[in-house]
């Protein structure tokens, strides 16, 4: 059974980056698609970015891809998120979660075919 954890998140300056972290354990982590979500406050929750199994195939929500840009590193079991130039607006709980499979669904930024996920980590950008 995967389990994943998050780290990263902090209070941050507008215009600085960071890097989340996404640590699985088990050993079928590295054999899974990840992806990374946000939930602003009052807000629903967004997909950000997925990553294949093997790191080969990488989905963004578009308007987030450069800034987003999205890693893995199996000899870690972990996926990172790069989080570049924060703006006031990324201010949300930054969850990860592992898919059933190896490859991103079709409809991953939906949440849709991802069956265990994260506690969140906070990060909170101020002006």
């Known amino acids: 059974q995967v389990q994943v954890a998050e780290s990263g998140g902090g209070l941050v300056q507008a215009g600085e980056s960071l890097t989340l972290s996404c640590v699985g354990s088990?050993?079928?982590?590295?054999?899974?698609?990840v992806a990374w979500f946000r939930q602003a406050p009052g807000k629903e929750r967004d997909g950000v970015a997925c990553?294949?199994?093997?790191?080969?195939?990488?989905s963004h929500i578009s308007s987030l891809r450069d800034r987003f840009p999205i890693s893995r590193d199996n000899s870690k079991n972990t996926v990172y998120l790069r989080v570049i130039g924060l703006k006031a607006e990324d201010t949300a709980k930054y969850y990860c979660?592992?898919?059933?499979?190896?490859?991103?669904?079709?409809?991953?930024?939906?949440?849709?075919?991802?069956?265990?996920w994260g506690q969140g980590t906070q990060v909170t950008v101020s002006s």
């Open positions: 088990g050993l079928q982590f590295a054999k899974v698609a």
């Open positions: 979660a592992a898919a059933a499979n190896s490859f991103c669904p079709g409809s991953w930024f939906s949440g849709t075919g991802f069956q265990t």
């Open positions: 990553i294949s199994y093997d790191g080969d195939d990488k």
